[in-house]
C-alpha cells in the first residue's frame, strides 16, 4: 500500500506516500550507541607523541585522545563518507565492517586512514582533516605505514608496498606477491623501522596453508629505497618452536625491534606477542591474559610502549586496554544500556522492544515509549562447534507462544518472554545430520524456522525438526501468510518460496535493490526487506511488486548525547535486519547508527482530491535536422509539448544557438507544438551546429538537445569520365560535360562552359574578344583564349596554363584556377585521377 504524507512531532517520523487507502507510516526510535566519552567497537589503538594514546570507536568513527595517565582528553569524529565501509554480511554473526578503516600514525601530531578515494591526513591536535591525498595508483589496501619523511606506503594483495610522496606520487614499488624470497604470500602489515628500513609481516590464510613450505619467512626487511635485504621468522601451520609465526595477524615497529601479533596453539589457541630484532634474531614470545573465549577476545590492534607495556584494542568485548600484562588500565568506558554489538530487534507481546547483543549475550529491553527499561544477560550453554567457530554469539532471536527463542550456534535457546528465565534448548546438533551456526530465525503461531549458514532451512512444529538444503547463499529467512518459507538471496537479488518439506513453490527478483540483507511479511501480505548499501526499507507486494520505500542513507551528524540518537528518525545507516512483530508493526535495526527503529502503520481519511499541479512532457529528447543544403529553403522540426498535469501550463522557449530560431517563443494553455527553423546562408556552409532548445514552465524544464550540419555544394570531375557528381546535402546529380578532362603543364582543365554551370556560375562567351567570363554570387572571373592574364573580380592576375581551344575545337579552361577565384578550394586525388571542387570555400 502506498503511503500519505503526515507530520507527527518529536521522535517520530512519517513518509510521504499516497494511494486511495491512505496510511501514515511512523517510525519511533529505540535505543541508542556509544555517547561521548564511550569507546563500544575499539579497532586501532595508536602510539601518539608525548606519551598519549588514540583509539579509533568503529562503531561511532570517533578517534578518541587519552593522556599517558589513561583519561580522555577530547576526540573527533572521522567524516564517514570517506570511509571505505562494506555493507553488514549477515552471513556472520557480527557484522564487522568498521574493520574496514585503516589507520596510522606518524609518531607526532597526524593521523592517517585509507578512505574511499584518497589518503585523509588528522591533525591530532585540532581534528580537522588537514589533507586529502590523492593516490597515483591505488588498489584494495590492508595496511598504511608512514615515514620520517612523509612518504606513504601502503600495502594491497595486486601491488605488494607501495611508496608515495607526500603528494601522492608514486615513488617506488616495493616487493611482490608470490612464493620464494623476498616475496610475500598474504601480506597484512607494512612498518617503518627507526632507522628508515621498511618491515613486511606476511601470512597465510585458508586458501594458501597449504602451498606454505617450511622455506616461507613471515617478516621482509627491505630499505628505504626498496631494495630487499633479509628476512626471517619461519611460517608453519601448527606446532614449532616459539619463534614460528603461526598466523600473523598485526605487525609493529619500535626502533629496532618488531613485535607480531600472533597465535599460539598449546592444546588451544590462545594470544600471544613475537618479539624479533630486525637483524632477525627472535628474541620472547609473551603470552597474553584473554578471556575464556578466543573469538569474543579477538585483538585487531596493539602497540608496545617505551617502557615495554602492550596496549590492545579488542573491539567484541568493547576494550582499549594499556598495560594489558600489568596492571590493565582500560581507555574509555562503555555504558551497560549501550549498543555495542547488537544483531537482531523486535517487539515483545507487551509492547516492549528487546534488542540482542550478539557477543555479549545481552538482551536490552525497553518500554513501549521507548525509554530503556533494563538489560538483560541471557544465561545458556556455549554449544561446542568446529574449531575456529564461537557458537556461544547469538545471532538472532523469534517469540513463539510465551517464549523467546533465541539462536547461539546451532542450538535455539528458549526463555520465558517475561522473566528471560531460560527453559531449555533446541539442540539441532542431536536431531540434525550435519548442522551449522544458525544465522537467521522465523516463527509463525507454533511454527519455527531456522536458517544456518550453509543454506539449510531446520523446520520444526512442536515434533522433531525436519530439514532441506538450498542452493546459493541465503541470508535471511521469514513466513508468507500462506504458510510458505521464504529465503532472501542478496547475491541474485531474489526471493524464494519453499514448502515445509523443500519443494520450490515461487520465486522473484527484487528491483531497485543493491545489496537486500534480510526479510520479514506484514499480515496484509506485503514483504519487507533492508538494504544497508542505499539505506532503506523496501516494500514488495506478494508477487514482487515494488510498492514502496522508506527512509534516506545517511549517519547520524553527532552522536554526543542519547538524544542525538532520536534525531531523524528516517534516516538509515546500515539497516542490516528487520523483522516483522505480533501487533502488525516492525522493527529494524539500524547498526549503522546503532539504534532500533520501530515502525507501526496508521489509517487516516484521505485529505480531498487536489488538482494536479501542471505537468510538462516533450516528446523529443534530440532534434537533429542532419545534413541541409545552405541554398536550400528553411527547414522547421517541431517538438509536441503536452501537460500531464491538470492546472495550466505556461512558459517560455529559447535557444541557445542563433542558427535555432523557436516559434512560439511564449507557452500557453493552448500551445502543443514548438517550432523550431534552420536558415543557414553561404557563410554558414560546412560547418556544424549545435544547441539546445530550452523549454521553462511552471511544470518543469525540458532541454532538447538540437544539431545541423550545413552543407555547400561539392563537384567531382574525374578525368576518366564526361560526366561531373554534383553532391549537396545528399541529393547527388550528374553534370554531362560532353567531353572529359585533360592535364596540360600539370594542371586539370575541362570545357569552359561545363565547369562554371556545374558550379551554378553564369557564364558568358564574347567571341569577338575569345573571352569567357564566369560570374557567381558577385563575383566574375574574366579569362581569354591563349592569354597568360586574366582578371578577378576586376584585378589582372596570371593565369597558367590559360584557356586554350584544343584540336577538337572545344575550348577548356584550367579548374584550380577558375574554381580558387569563384570562392571555391580545390582538392586533387590522385588516384582517382580526380579534382573535387568545394563551393564555398572549406573552413
Not at 789 to 803: E, H, L, M, R, S
Not at 807 to 822: H, I
Amino acid at each position: 500500500m502506498k503511503r500519505l504524507a503526515a507530520i507527527f512531532l518529536v521522535l517520530v517520523t512519517c513518509f510521504p506516500f499516497a494511494s486511495i487507502a491512505a496510511e501514515q507510516v511512523v517510525i519511533e526510535t529505540v535505543g541508542n550507541g556509544p555517547t561521548a566519552g564511550e569507546i563500544a567497537v575499539p579497532v586501532a589503538i595508536l602510539p601518539l607523541s608525548g606519551g598519549d594514546v588514540a583509539v579509533l570507536d568503529g562503531r561511532t568513527s570517533r578517534i578518541n585522545f587519552f593522556g599517558p595517565d589513561g583519561v580522555m582528553k577530547n576526540y573527533y569524529p572521522i567524516d564517514r563518507e570517506t570511509v571505505p565501509a562494506l555493507p553488514p554480511d549477515m552471513s556472520d554473526s557480527v557484522p564487522f565492517s568498521f574493520a574496514q578503516i585503516k589507520l596510522t600514525s606518524d609518531g607526532k601530531n597526524s593521523l592517517y586512514y585509507i578512505g574511499k578515494d584518497a589518503i585523509y591526513q588528522i591533525n591530532v591536535l585540532t581534528g580537522e582533516t588537514s589533507r586529502r591525498i590523492g593516490l597515483e595508483k591505488q588498489f584494495i589496501p590492508v595496511s598504511i605505514a608512514i615515514d620520517d619523511q612523509g612518504n606513504i606506503l601502503t600495502l594491497d594483495h595486486e601491488r605488494c608496498i607501495t611508496k608515495y610522496d607526500s603528494s601522492g606520487k608514486e615513488v617506488a614499488k616495493i616487493g611482490e606477491m608470490g612464493k620464494g624470497k623476498g616475496k610475500a604470500i598474504n601480506p597484512y602489515s607494512v612498518m617503518v623501522l627507526g632507522d628508515g628500513s621498511i618491515a613486511l609481516l606476511d601470512t597465510w590464510n585458508e586458501e594458501t596453508s597449504e602451498q606454505v613450505s617450511s622455506d616461507e619467512k613471515g617478516i621482509m626487511i627491505f630499505s628505504g629505497e626498496g631494495k630487499f635485504i633479509r628476512e626471517f621468522g619461519q611460517l608453519g601451520l601448527m606446532g614449532g618452536d616459539d619463534s614460528q609465526i603461526q598466523v600473523g595477524f598485526v605487525g609493529f615497529s619500535k626502533g629496532q625491534e618488531i613485535f607480531v601479533l600472533d597465535v599460539g596453539f598449546s592444546g588451544k589457541p590462545a594470544w600471544v606477542i613475537r618479539k624479533y630484532k630486525t637483524s632477525g634474531d627472535f628474541e620472547e614470545k609473551i603470552e597474553l591474559r584473554q578471556s575464556d573465549d578466543f573469538v569474543s577476545g579477538y585483538i585487531s590492534s596493539f602497540f608496545v610502549d617505551g617502557d615495554g607495556k602492550i596496549a590492545l584494542a579488542m573491539p567484541f568485548l568493547s576494550k582499549a586496554v594499556l598495560d594489558a600484562n600489568g596492571t590493565s588500565q582500560e581507555l574509555g568506558k562503555v555504558l551497560d544500556g549501550t549498543l555495542q554489538n547488537p544483531v537482531s530487534a523486535m517487539k515483545l507481546p507487551q509492547g516492549k522492544t528487546a534488542v540482542l547483543e550478539g557477543l555479549n549475550r545481552k538482551l536490552h529491553i525497553f518500554g513501549p515509549d521507548g525509554t530503556p527499561q533494563k538489560t538483560v544477560t541471557l544465561s545458556g550453554p556455549k554449544s561446542k562447534g568446529p574449531e575456529g567457530d564461537s557458537l556461544g554469539v547469538l545471532s538472532d532471536m523469534a517469540i513463539v507462544q510465551n517464549e523467546l527463542l533465541v539462536a547461539s550456534g546451532w542450538e535455539i535457546l528458549r526463555y520465558d518472554n517475561l522473566t528471560f528465565e531460560l527453559k531449555g534448548s533446541y539442540d539441532l546438533q542431536r536431531n540434525v545430520d550435519l548442522p551449522d551456526i544458525i544465522i537467521a530465525l522465523a516463527s509463525s503461531g507454533n511454527r519455527i524456522a531456522a536458517l544456518d549458514r550453509q543454506g539449510q532451512v531446520i523446520f520444526m512444529t512442536g515434533g522433531l525438526p525436519s530439514t532441506f538444503k538450498v542452493e546459493g547463499k541465503p541470508v535471511d529467512v521469514t513466513f508468507d501468510r500462506d504458510g510458505n518459507i521464504l529465503l532472501l538471496f542478496p547475491e541474485e537479488k531474489k526471493i524464494k518460496a519453499f514448502s515445509e518439506t523443500g519443494a520450490k513453490k515461487f520465486e522473484f527478483a527484487l528491483e531497485a535493490v543493491e545489496m537486500p540483507s534480510s526479510i520479514c511479511t506484514r499480515p496484509s501480505g506485503e514483504i519487507i526487506i533492508t538494504d544497508p548499501a542505499i539505506g532503506q526499507i523496501i516494500e514488495f507486494s506478494e508477487n514482487g511488486k515494488n510498492i514502496a520505500a522508506y527512509g534516506k542513507k545517511g549517519w547520524l551528524a553527532q552522536t554526543d548525547t542519547i538524544q542525538d540518537y532520536k534525531k531523524e528518525p528516517d534516516m538509515l545507516a546500515y539497516p542490516s535486519r528487520i523483522r516483522s512483530n505480533q501487533d502488525g508493526t516492525l522493527t529494524v535495526l539500524d547498526i549503522g547508527n546503532s539504534r532500533a527503529l520501530n515502525i507501526s502503520f496508521r489509517e487516516v481519511e484521505p485529505p480531498p482530491p487536489e488538482k494536479k499541479p501542471a505537468k510538462l512532457s516533450v516528446d523529443k529528447v534530440l532534434l537533429d535536422f542532419g545534413k541541409i543544403y545552405y541554398e536550400k529553403p528553411a527547414k522547421t522540426l517541431e517538438i509536441g509539448i503536452s501537460n500531464l498535469g491538470e492546472e495550466e501550463l505556461e512558459g517560455n522557449v529559447t535557444s541557445s544557438s542563433r542558427m535555432f530560431t523557436v516559434s512560439p517563443e511564449k507557452i500557453d494553455p493552448d500551445t502543443k507544438a514548438i517550432k523550431v527553423t534552420v536558415d543557414p546562408g553561404r557563410d554558414d556552409a560546412w560547418e556544424s551546429f549545435k544547441g539546445e532548445i530550452k523549454i521553462q514552465t511552471n511544470g518543469g524544464s525540458a532541454n532538447v538537445p538540437v544539431s545541423v550540419q550545413v552543407t555547400g555544394k561539392k563537384v567531382s570531375i574525374s578525368l576518366l569520365s564526361t560526366s561531373f557528381l554534383i553532391q549537396t546535402d545528399g541529393d547527388e546529380e550528374k553534370y554531362d560535360a560532353g567531353k572529359t578532362g585533360v592535364i596540360i603543364k600539370g594542371r586539370t582543365l575541362v570545357p569552359l562552359r561545363a565547369l562554371g554551370e556545374a558550379l551554378g556560375a553564369e557564364v558568358n562567351w564574347n567571341a569577338s574578344e575569345r573571352k569567357v567570363t564566369y560570374s557567381l554570387d558577385g563575383g566574375t572571373v574574366e579569362i581569354w583564349i591563349n592569354k597568360p592574364q586574366a582578371k578577378v573580380n576586376g584585378n589582372q592576375v596570371n593565369i597558367d596554363p590559360p584557356a586554350v581551344i584544343l584540336a577538337s575545337g572545344s575550348t577548356y579552361v584550367p579548374v584550380r584556377f577558375v574554381a580558387e577565384a569563384l570562392g571555391c578550394d580545390v582538392e586533387w586525388i590522385e588516384q582517382k585521377k580526380t579534382a573535387v571542387v568545394y563551393y564555398p570555400k572549406r573552413p
